[in-house]
């Protein structure tokens, strides 16, 4: 509760908040190898530089927990826990948001999972 007032004062005086999670490189280990289970694409070129970035060099994936198409070993993974974290802070920030700032929050995005292409090979197999 205190970590998402501070992160919705943040956003009320800045308009933006910057946060970091420090994730043990097990952990990281164990999410990467899960990641090799999804299937990657490429953001729409138009949409892009507002969805990630400007100068991306990324794929990504959108996963669904919800969904019976998620891998087992992605499911039962650490991207699961991150997943959840997100929606609690999400939840957490809800009612701030709309007191605060006028905005309504009714849904949110799936978990993003995005990856740096290997090199200039990989990022031709998946053409924007």
Request: glycine content about 4%; charged content about 30%; hydrophobic content about 35%.
């Amino acid at each position: 509760e205190i970590f998402a007032h501070e992160v919705m004062q943040e956003l009320a005086h800045k308009g933006y908040c910057v946060t970091h999670t420090i994730v043990p490189k097990d952990v990281m280990s164990h999410m990467y190898e899960a990641t090799q289970q999804l299937k990657f694409n490429r953001v729409p070129s138009e949409f892009e530089p507002y969805y990630l970035g400007r100068d991306s060099r990324e794929k990504m994936v959108l996963v669904d927990f919800d969904s019976s198409d998620v891998p087992r070993a992605v499911a039962e993974s650490p991207l699961a826990a991150q997943d959840r974290q997100m929606g609690s802070l999400c939840e957490a920030l809800t009612a701030g948001l709309e007191e605060e700032l006028g905005i309504r929050v009714t849904s949110r995005t799936n978990l993003m999972v995005r990856q740096t292409f290997a090199d200039d090979d990989e990022e031709e197999e998946f053409p924007a």
